[in-house]
């Protein structure tokens, strides 16, 4: 039975896998017939996942990571029409303690597509924002009523985008894509297979990248599609 039941979660995990692949393909594919192609890349764990293993991380198949520059914004919401016809839903729009959208965020099958806008920093920088729960995961939020949101500012080093190839697609990352995933992980990137799969991690809490940590004082991030406002 148990035998059973092991199968069944693991091809649970493939189904959604598959999923998850075909839709960031489908992503891929929509966007190239929008003006945002070209004005986008991979980041975060797709990057990782590609740096590491040339393929999606074994935990990682509900999210994807994307970055625009914030001077690029118009782009991204001309593209919004095009993304929804191909069914990606409008899920999270989170804004700054300045009440400035910062991040996009597209929900397919379950899964998150996430676009965060970067901001051009002297010298050389790019800046950019997230949210996470304090002293917990978002896996854990749901036992942690009442939990508090804390808004972090990252800074990254601001490079050239360069073609790559991924899922038997073209997508564009930054330049020196080790440089990219040393300033967001630090070494974990880089540690072994059974190392980097055993130690928990979550980005607001120990990214070397995180310059600025503040209780997030907005408290909705929902998105019912709208593309106005700040």
Request: net charge negative; charged share 25%.
């Amino acid at each position: 039975m148990p035998h059973t039941r092991i199968k069944r979660i693991r091809d649970t995990v493939s189904r959604r896998r598959s999923r998850f692949i075909n839709d960031l393909i489908l992503l891929n594919h929509t966007i190239a017939t929008t003006p945002l192609d070209q004005h986008y890349w991979v980041s975060g764990g797709l990057l990782l996942g590609w740096a590491r293993e040339r393929k999606l991380l074994d935990n990682d198949y509900h999210d994807a990571d994307f970055g625009i520059l914030a001077s690029d914004r118009s782009l991204f919401l001309s593209a919004i029409a095009s993304l929804k016809e191909a069914g990606f839903r409008p899920l999270y729009r989170w804004r700054n303690n300045s009440y400035r959208t910062t991040e996009w965020v597209l929900e397919k099958n379950g899964a998150r597509f996430e676009f965060f806008e970067y901001e051009k920093k002297a010298p050389n920088m790019l800046r950019n924002f997230g949210y996470f729960p304090m002293e917990c995961s978002w896996e854990e939020v749901s036992a942690k009523h009442p939990f508090v949101i804390e808004q972090v500012e990252l800074l990254l080093p601001d490079q050239p985008r360069v073609p790559f190839t991924f899922l038997e697609v073209d997508w564009l990352k930054a330049q020196d894509h080790e440089l990219e995933l040393d300033s967001l992980y630090g070494p974990r990137w880089r540690a072994s297979r059974d190392e980097f799969y055993s130690t928990p991690w979550i980005t607001g809490h120990h990214s070397p990248a995180v310059v600025v940590r503040e209780p997030w004082k907005v408290t909705n991030f929902d998105w019912d599609g709208s593309i106005d406002g700040p």
